[in-house]
């Protein structure tokens, strides 16, 4: 089973972890041997927390109780937070996660967090652009390793830019080997472009769908 802990943070934006949470929580489109999934929300404290769009939410549980495991995953959300100082342990735990293994997801501003502890120097990554990360992140230095896409897959590290949230979420799903092939390529194809052939193609994917067609 897999436990994707989601970093919340005061400011978060909410609808960059939109697409991948609601998927991964609600299973209406895995595959039928694909392997369970928990999430919980993780933050540095047990206080609730209020997302840039005014939503409350209170953590499951705290940094510590994420466990250092292959099955882990961390999902890291945009937020004008991160340069606080309490947000180092997430990080360091997200390097300790990264060592081992685990699948360690960053969009946006996280991505700054993420290289301000060097862990963006020597591997493809991208985000807002490599002036937001020499912005926000001085001591970032890899430049030589971004990539201008909205959003990079390299092995356990997935990072994306603020628009990058739907590319994020597929490389996210499509690493959980959650969905079939051909289910993920049709939600993806209906969430980018909003065609309703996609729609119908992404429900002829479903085990469902194809009972469906083959009873016609």
Known sequence: ?????????????DWELGYVISEVNSGRFFKKDAQRVSLKTV?????????MGGLT??????IDDIAVSETSVLLLPGADTWNDLKHGAVIKKAEELLSSGA???????????????????????TSNGPGFLEMFSPGYKGQDFYIDKPSVADNNLITAGSAGALLWAKQI????????????ESWYAY????????????????????ERAEDR
């Open 43 to 51: 933050s540095y404290s047990g206080k609730p927390i209020k997302t």
């Open 191 to 210: 969430f980018t472009t909003g065609k309703p052939e996609h729609f119908f193609a992404l429900m002829q994917t479903l085990p469902s769908g194809k």
């Open 173 to 184: 799903i499509g690493h959980l080997n959650v969905f079939q092939p051909d289910t993920l």
């Open 103 to 125: 699948l360690v997801c960053a969009i946006c501003g996280a991505t700054a967090a993420l290289a301000g502890a060097g862990l963006l120097d020597n591997r493809p990554h």
């Open 1 to 13: 089973m897999f436990t994707i802990y989601v970093y919340v943070l005061d400011a978060l934006a």
């Open 57 to 62: 939410i209170m953590p499951d549980c705290l």
